[in-house]
């Protein structure tokens, strides 16, 4: 739309995600994102990424949810702020696209959910992946039928964090860990393509206490471990399907990344980059590998998302990337862990909007 008017947003939490990821890809879409804002609660970050992209600094969260000139915010807090930050945006009707995960806990993510309904803002969360061409194309070719029936999907993400990131103990706290931080790729993937879950198995643990940094001014730091830091998922789809999650922050696998299976058919791609291509077994041949489609983004394009969530605000639809379906993901994750503890299958009962493929000419075209 020539005369779409860029939704004025202001980033929320200004650490490395924000820095390296989505200020340049939000900044890669003008034409539906005007960056006017940042505000973290170390100044000197708010103020780097200022410098670099021009924008207003806010000394507080309050100041930035009492401006009337802001309309959304982009929370990029820790994990623990995910919650209070949206709700408290949400409560000050402003449009919230938040990181994943979208709460620490169901029950919080309840309280966003029917908060954004209460006041008829958009609620958004990542991941963004599915809005990637490979995603979406994969996507398109399996309602079309090209692998038949799907019977079963897998997911693969994980390995030794303490070795790469500088504060990997923050993601080893009680309520964190490898499947609500990193499980949301696949998992939002399976939805998508597959639909909802409705029953879940869990095996999972801390298999490594007392971990130490490798990387960054604290290495050698050491820390406890209080959230489960290895485990499997076996989910039962509403559909019928069957899906297999492993998710670890202590061994590296070759389970594949992303798989999902058919009767026909099986696909494999990356869940969280847009840029590695394609690979398709039919059941007489082997892997055959295609290249992404034309317009793919190497790495994990996160602009796509606020790009999809301004698109919504402005033309008053869904956004594809909803707070629902993230709620959902989070369910299926703290269900897991439930599974796990009891040793029986536990019942997922949230459900979301379908979401709706991007189609031909993708909003942020």
């Not at 029950?107 to 209460?118: H, K, S, T, Y």
């Not at 209080?226 to 202590?250: C, I, V």
């Not at 489609?293 to 999809?308: E, F, I, R, S, V």
């Amino acid at each position: 739309m020539s005369n779409f008017e860029p939704v004025k947003t202001v980033i929320v939490g200004c650490g490395m995600i924000a820095e390296k990821g989505y200020q340049p890809r939000c900044q890669a879409y003008p034409q539906k994102i005007e960056l006017v804002g940042y505000y973290d609660q170390d100044v000197s970050r708010a103020e780097y990424l200022a410098q670099n992209g021009g924008g207003k600094v806010y000394q507080s969260l309050d100041g930035v949810l009492n401006d009337p000139d802001v309309e959304a915010i982009i929370n990029l807090t820790i994990h623990t702020g995910h919650y209070p930050v949206s709700l408290a945006g949400l409560k000050a009707g402003k449009h919230v696209y938040s990181e994943k995960p979208v709460a620490l806990r169901v029950e919080e993510a309840d309280e966003l959910v029917e908060a954004a309904d209460a006041m008829d803002v958009k609620f958004a969360c990542a991941p963004v992946a599915m809005l990637g061409y490979v995603q979406q194309n994969v996507w398109k070719r399996i309602r079309d039928g090209e692998i038949g029936e799907v019977v079963s999907a897998v997911g693969n993400f994980g390995g030794p964090i303490e070795y790469w990131h500088p504060t990997a103990d923050a993601f080893m706290k009680a309520g964190v860990g490898p499947f609500k931080d990193v499980a949301p790729y696949p998992l939002t993937a399976m939805t998508t393509m597959i639909g909802p879950v409705k029953r879940v198995h869990g095996l999972a643990r801390i298999t490594i206490p007392e971990r130490m940094l490798h990387q960054g001014p604290r290495a050698g730091t050491k820390y406890q471990v209080t959230e489960k830091d290895h485990g499997f998922g076996l989910l039962e789809f509403e559909n019928g399907a069957y899906g297999l999650l492993y998710h670890s922050w202590t061994a590296r696998s070759e389970i594949p990344a992303y798989e999902i299976h058919g009767t026909k058919g099986i696909f494999s791609i990356q869940a969280h980059d847009d840029g590695r291509g394609i690979r398709k077994c039919i059941p007489t041949g082997d892997w055959q590998a295609e290249n992404s489609p034309a317009g793919a983004y190497t790495g994990l394009d996160w602009g796509k998302g606020p790009a999809d969530f301004a698109d919504a605000i402005r033309n008053d639809r869904p956004v594809r990337c909803s707070g629902k379906h993230a709620r959902h993901v989070l369910e299926i994750c703290e269900r897991v862990f439930e599974s796990a503890d009891k040793g029986v299958p536990i019942d997922v009962v949230s459900r979301f909007p379908a979401p709706v493929p991007v189609g031909d000419t993708p909003p942020w075209a």
